[in-house]
């Protein structure tokens, strides 16, 4: 059997569909169950939902075969000790710098204050440009930190516009693309190459 880490959300629904489509029949599966476990009737592949910056941990640990989480989690939390296999391209959304619209001076300051939920990408961003910054991790709600003046600014994901929009904020740099990536954990791809090249097939 392969065990398969999603992230949940979108992610989960569209490989849950692909699956389906695919032949694969989860009769205890639907987009509102709390469960956390579904395997399938066949009992061919068992899919676990976790949250997306834990993905990368049950593949690298073994506790799944293989993943399905946005670029911008392995980029942020270490892309190390797995394989990064196929580029979905599902998932679509780019990573950029916002603040507050109009404001862009704000982007002069000798030393920014920058809030995100991925600080290590929006530190090498900085780096790259020696910006010096004061860094500040959020965990939610990132829009909300120029608008209290808690920062200067934001690095965080967008995927339309609307919430920054909406908060009368803008982005300032779109500096980086992401998509939904499949990983696997380096034992299991060798010794599952058929189920791993299967279920490659279904959800590219």
């Known amino acids: 059997m392969l065990h398969i880490a999603l992230a949940k959300g979108r992610i989960a629904k569209t490989v849950m569909k692909r699956l389906a489509e695919g032949g694969f029949h989860f009769s205890d599966?639907?987009?509102?169950?709390?469960?956390?476990?579904?395997?399938?009737?066949?009992?061919?592949?068992?899919?676990?939902?976790?949250?997306?910056?834990?993905?990368?941990?049950?593949?690298?640990r073994g506790a799944a075969d293989a993943g399905i989480v946005g670029?911008?989690?392995?980029?942020?939390?270490?892309?190390?000790?797995?394989?990064?296999?196929?580029?979905?391209?599902?998932?679509?959304?780019?990573?950029?710098?916002?603040?507050i619209k109009g404001n862009q001076k704000v982007m002069q300051k000798r030393i920014l204050?920058?809030?995100?939920?991925?600080?290590?990408?929006?530190?090498?961003?900085?780096?790259?440009?020696?910006?010096?910054?004061?860094?500040?991790?959020l965990n939610g709600s990132v829009e909300l930190a120029p608008l209290v003046g808690l920062?200067?600014?934001?690095?965080?994901?967008?995927e339309t516009g609307t919430t920054l929009r909406e908060n009368?904020?803008?982005?300032?740099?779109?500096?980086?693309?992401?998509?939904?990536?499949?990983?696997?954990?380096?034992?299991?791809?060798k010794m599952k190459q058929k189920e791993m090249a299967e279920f490659m097939a279904l959800v590219k």
């Open 29 to 60: 599966y639907s987009d509102e169950s709390r469960k956390l476990i579904f395997t399938d009737d066949e009992e061919r592949i068992r899919v676990t939902l976790v949250k997306s910056p834990d993905v990368a941990v049950y593949v690298r």
């Open 71 to 99: 670029k911008d989690v392995l980029m942020e939390d270490g892309e190390e000790d797995v394989y990064e296999v196929l580029d979905l391209g599902i998932g679509r959304c780019r990573m950029a710098v916002s603040g």
């Open 151 to 158: 920062s200067d600014v934001i690095v965080d994901i967008v």
């Open 168 to 189: 009368g904020l803008e982005a300032y740099d779109y500096f980086m693309d992401f998509s939904a990536r499949l990983i696997c954990n380096k034992v299991s791809y």
């Open 113 to 137: 204050t920058v809030a995100s939920k991925y600080p290590s990408i929006a530190r090498k961003y900085f780096a790259d440009r020696f910006q010096p910054i004061d860094i500040i991790k």
